[in-house]
């Protein structure tokens, strides 16, 4: 297949296009290489997927419209795997225009471009932040999910509703894949695993918000990267798509990809301490505007789906990623 992964030097496009190029797909990415965390570790991820002859990278901003269909005109797409956006929480509250610029104008570019080329079947990135303050664990794919607390989620909720009235009207087959708490080797420097490993290595004290009252799905980058591959040749149908929602018609599917067993922070800290031999000091802190207490995702429709779980401990993840990060910085 001839596959484009959007964010292809972010940490699941990265993951992403090593698996599909290893198995043989051709692999166009992607990337506009923003500053919001070190281009370095970007550049390094790009460089590391150098070995693969079936990989093509493009580097330019999904919000070009015009380069954006030239891509589409130029390459016949079998797969659209859209990993692309602004991505945080927190940054979204200081930079709200960059969610939008990348999260919705060039999500519609994508969708633009799918659209005018007929492709068989769009992935795209959500995220388990939709589901913002909701009471009811685990979380559900058929849960409302109409009360985000950050912009960063509303623009995620946003390219779902984007997403079903392409589906809706033209017929493209759309998935949506809400992400919860990814982690592991070439991860994202702004997310806590990295933050927590880096300042212990370093003797540094780590900041824990709402004084470590919360609970995260963390999931482990092969998990989610394997839900992925699955979720590419399952394409929703018209009239009887897989997990859609009951009033649709449309093909259109959504589901969670989580570990389904949501860890308390302060034994991920303790798991983190075990990997790199380090006592953290902690600074409990209040819970930040945007965040949220818990994360739990119900994966019962990705398993009836794609028959598969997510294999990783926690144990196990944090060692592989600890491992990787003394190597790739030299500690």
């Not at 992607?30 to 990989?55: F, G, P, T």
């Not at 954006?68 to 979204?92: K, M, P, T």
């Not at 984007?162 to 991860?187: C, N, Q």
Request: hydrophobic share 40%.
């Amino acid at each position: 297949m001839k596959v484009l992964i959007t964010g292809m030097a972010g940490f699941i496009g990265h993951a992403t296009a090593k698996r599909l190029a290893g198995r043989g797909d051709d692999i166009i990415g992607v990337d506009n290489l923003n500053e919001y965390y070190d281009i370095a570790l970007k550049k390094a991820r790009l460089e590391d997927l150098k070995n693969y002859s079936n990989i093509e990278f493009f580097q330019f901003d999904i919000s070009d419209r015009n380069k954006i269909d030239a891509l589409f005109s130029e390459f016949n797409f079998d797969r659209v795997v859209h990993l692309a956006a602004q991505a945080g929480v927190r940054y979204s509250l200081d930079n709200p225009s960059a969610y939008v610029e990348s999260n919705l104008v060039g999500y519609l570019n994508i969708l633009e471009g799918c659209r005018h080329h007929e492709v068989p079947h769009f992935v795209y990135a959500s995220s388990s932040s939709v589901y913002g303050m909701n009471a009811k664990v685990p979380f559900s794919t058929k849960d409302a999910v109409d009360h985000p607390v950050s912009l960063y989620a509303a623009t995620k909720k946003a390219n779902e509703l984007m997403a079903h009235s392409y589906s809706h009207l033209y017929s493209i087959p759309t998935t949506g894949l809400r992400f919860f708490t990814v982690y592991g080797p070439w991860g994202r420097p702004d997310m806590a695993p990295f933050k927590f490993a880096k300042a212990m290595l370093e003797g540094n004290s780590i900041s824990v918000f709402n004084h470590g009252d919360m609970q995260r799905d963390f999931t482990y980058i092969d998990d989610i990267v394997e839900g992925v591959v699955r979720i590419l040749d399952i394409i929703p149908a018209k009239g009887g798509a897989p997990n859609s929602p009951d009033s649709s018609n449309a093909p259109f599917s959504i589901y969670n990809i989580g570990n389904g067993s949501p860890v308390d922070l302060m034994e991920f800290i303790k798991a983190i301490e075990l990997a790199t031999n380090r006592k953290s000091v902690c600074d409990f802190l209040p819970m930040q505007p945007g965040d949220v207490p818990r994360t739990w995702a119900d994966t019962e429709a990705l398993f009836e789906a794609t028959g598969y779980r997510p294999q990783t401990g926690i144990e196990e993840g944090v060692a592989r990623f600890v491992e990787w990060y003394r190597k790739f910085y030299k500690i």
